[in-house]
């Protein structure tokens, strides 16, 4: 958590939850390039040449029928993303989930999480890295505020062995 001193002066206007489309691929490749940046002191992940960081994913949450790209505001501000697949069958997989540093510890990170899992009812599944206990905390927090049965467990990385295995959270959110 950030220094409360560090926080804005006043919580962050209303949070706008919205699919995005590929005319949103301008504002997601900005905001990915941030998401990997953090993520790269947990993975190891260093840009390529030009500066970006593998974008797969980015580029499948934009075309892949089985997967949606969400992106939240607050105004006119970019404020974090996320992106969802398996959405033709459960359980749902969270794939990635961003919110820019400023307006952490504001409740936004809560107010996406709850908006995404809340979308789709039915059985949700949420990849973190154990070593970063921001998200280890958030997300046991996010799964027993949706379901009173939720688990955890580790699982090898696909392709990439020599990172430390990603910490699962499984859990159902109802409908209404």
Known sequence: MPDSALLPPHPL???NVRRAG????PVLERLWLLFRHDLSRFTGDLPRADGTFRSERLDAALTDPGWAA???CGEDSPVGFAFVRSLERQP???NSFFVVAAARGTGVSSALAHQLVTTFSGTWEVAFQ???SLATHFWRKV???HSAGWTEERRAVPGRP???ADSWITFEVGNG
């Open 92 to 94: 749902f997989i969270l």
């Open 22 to 25: 590929a005319e949103d691929r």
């Open 162 to 164: 020599h990172l430390t």
């Open 70 to 72: 969400f992106l939240a």
């Open 130 to 132: 154990e070593a970063n």
């Open 13 to 15: 206007p209303t949070l």
């Open 143 to 145: 799964a027993a505020a």
